[in-house]
């Protein structure tokens, strides 16, 4: 796919347009003030900012990553870059409410194609398992750190210019990522077998869909009808000749449990990416500015653990003990945010401990867990492994968020970090009790042997 010594300049082009997709996740939260008081938006409308971009991105993740195993994985990721630069223009130049909107809800696709695709990518890059490791340590930091650092930036570009530089500092980000990539990695042609599945790519989008905007808004009737479809969707994946996700993803133990785990571990680190932010802007006083610093110490925690440390650790322990240590001292580092004061607390006392926990936690967590999601999926099958993950994280994150978000309005911030400690706890348990303690790549090879043998 590409040259050996450039694989790690594809590395970062990629883990930069993965960046660009996270930023916007988290970004936007710090200008939202400034966009309401410019476009003259309600309360109840200004949501739409965030969810257009949620809905669409969210609803296309499985659709984009399975894209990319028909289409080639490169082609459709520059696609999807082109797309996220192109709207994020549209929402920087954006003078009214429904073209902000709808751009936001544009660049959502985009990141969808673009996030499903990154990973898939990265697993073709690198085949060594010393320098998977390395690679995915680099890919989790980004995917971990980016909502943090979106929170800083998004007080850095607010404050400095105006809330338009928030979406117009993608430009020349996508458009050095897009000629980057075309220079560094070169095409291969889709490798999934049959012809596509539209009706069920129609049954998976609509369903997830819903689901996001059901969880969002806290909608029981358009959850239930987001099960049906997807009941509907399995149904019919049973009987197609060519269907969109193969039944016997269901067999892949490791990837099912990766999928489990990143849904439980998402929803408490979503709680700790927003809920502590609105801790330290309401109880504190913080402004954006400083609470984007006092995410500093996590982030730089996560780097040195993505630069080498969490391979290390992950070679000679394998991913089982350090995901489930992991995933325990995260848990940790939450229980203590919900010790700490409602009023007059100290940084230093208070808050970077529960930060040093997290960064070191999440460091030793990220690597192991992307590693167990993928290792035994064949290459032909990457970009739907990778929407799958994807969507479960952003599922988790999703549910988790709105059940912290309204336990902190109706109890307080303390009730939120407990429940957000509980659902790290019981992630850091499962990953021990399903997940195997070995590197899985010769398991990945003799499933894919397997399954093209029983076409």
């Known amino acids: 796919m590409v040259e050996k010594d450039k694989r790690w300049w594809a590395l970062y082009v990629l883990c930069a347009g993965e960046l660009m997709i996270v930023l916007d996740t988290t970004v936007v939260n710090v200008a939202l003030p400034s966009i309401r008081e410019s476009l003259a938006f309600s309360e109840a409308s200004l949501v739409w900012v965030v969810n257009a971009y949620m809905l669409t991105y969210g609803g296309f993740l499985l659709l984009g990553g399975r894209l990319g195993d028909y289409f080639g994985h490169r082609r459709l990721f520059l696609h999807g870059i082109a797309l996220f630069t192109a709207a994020s223009l549209v929402c920087g130049i954006a003078n009214s409410q429904w073209l902000l ?9 985009g990141g969808a194609v673009v996030s499903a695709i990154a990973l898939s990518l990265i697993i073709d890059l690198f085949t060594e398992e010393g320098e998977r490791a390395k690679a995915m340590g680099v890919y989790g930091f980004v995917c971990a750190a980016g909502g943090s650092l979106g929170v800083l930036a998004g007080g850095l570009l607010t404050s400095a210019f105006n809330w338009h530089w928030v979406f117009l500092v993608n430009l020349p980000i996508g458009v050095a990522v897009y000629l980057l990539c075309r220079s560094l990695v070169r095409h291969v042609p889709g490798k999934a077998d049959g012809r596509l599945d539209f009706a069920g790519a129609a049954l998976i989008t609509a369903s997830s869909t819903l689901a996001v905007y059901g969880i969002v808004n806290a909608n029981l009737a358009l959850l239930a009808i987001a099960g049906v479809l997807l009941a509907l ?7 197609v000749r060519a269907p969109l996700m193969p039944l016997r993803f269901f067999k892949l ?3 099912n449990a990766a999928s489990i785990v990143g849904a439980l571990w998402a929803a408490s ?17 913080y402004t954006p500015l400083q609470i ?7 982030n730089l925690i996560m780097a040195a653990f993505s630069l080498g ?5 992950v070679m000679r322990f394998g991913n089982r003990l350090p995901l489930a240590a992991g995933l325990a001292l995260a848990a940790s580092g939450l229980g203590l945010l919900a010790l700490a004061p409602s009023g007059g607390a100290s940084f230093v006392l208070h808050v970077l401990p529960c930060m040093v926990l997290l960064g070191v936690g999440c460091g030793m967590a990220l690597n192991p867990i992307l590693l167990v999601a993928m290792g035994e999926v064949p290459s032909s099958d990457s970009g739907l492994a990778s929407g799958v993950v994807n969507t479960a994280f952003m599922m988790g994150g999703s549910l988790g968020l709105a059940l912290l978000a309204a336990l902190a309005e109706g109890s307080g911030y303390r009730a939120a970090f407990i429940l957000a400690t509980l659902f790290a706890a019981l992630a850091a348990i499962l990953s021990a009790v399903l997940l195997r303690n070995d ?11 397997q399954s093209s043998t029983s076409k």
């Open 269 to 285: 680190m979503f709680a700790w990416f927003f809920i502590s932010a609105l801790y330290m802007q309401k109880d504190l006083g």
């Open 439 to 449: 590197y899985p790549t010769e398991r990945r090879d003799s499933w894919a042997s």
């Open 233 to 239: 969707f399995l149904l019919l994946q049973a009987r």
């Open 292 to 298: 984007g610093l006092a995410f500093l110490p996590s």
């Open 253 to 255: 133990r490791s990837m």
């Open 101 to 109: 909107i709808a751009a936001r809800a544009v660049q959502g696709l």
């Open 309 to 313: 440390l969490s391979a290390k650790i």
